[in-house]
Nanobody
Framework: VQLQASGGGLVQPGGSLRLSCAVSGSGRGFKSMSWYRQAPGKEREWVAR???????GYADSVAGRFSISRDIARNTVYLQMNSLKPEDTAVYYC?????????WGQGTQVTVSS
């Protein structure tokens, strides 16, 4: 099983982006899937999570602006990012938890700048 993140890019403040995390192989049985981000010189931080039952959670810094969702048929998790701010600039990573196994995708760069 591999995770493939995509959708990053350069966007102006106030703009929107949608990140995708495609799961190759079986996407069944994941306890949760999450998005994390890491800005230059900072530690990786949790952004959003969706549990197997569909419950979602968000970091305070993105609540109300970001939305995590999934397409089970496509084995894909999305992160819709609206009202982007320069401080959202980071490399974004998707993560999946299955049992005691934690999987990470490669990062996708999001840059918010005018």
């Amino acid at each position: 099983v591999q995770l493939q993140a995509s959708g990053g890019g350069l966007v102006q403040p106030g703009g929107s982006l949608r990140l995708s995390c495609a799961v190759s192989g079986s996407g069944r049985g994941f306890k949760s899937m999450s998005w994390y981000r890491q800005a230059p010189g900072k530690e990786r931080e949790w952004v959003a999570r969706i549990y197997g039952g569909g419950t979602t959670g968000y970091a305070d810094s993105v609540a109300g602006r970001f939305s995590i969702s999934r397409d089970i048929a496509r084995n894909t998790v999305y992160l819709q990012m609206n009202s982007l701010k320069p401080e959202d600039t980071a490399v974004y990573y998707c993560q999946a938890v299955r049992g005691i196994t934690i999987l990470w995708g490669q990062g996708t760069q999001v840059t918010v700048s005018s």
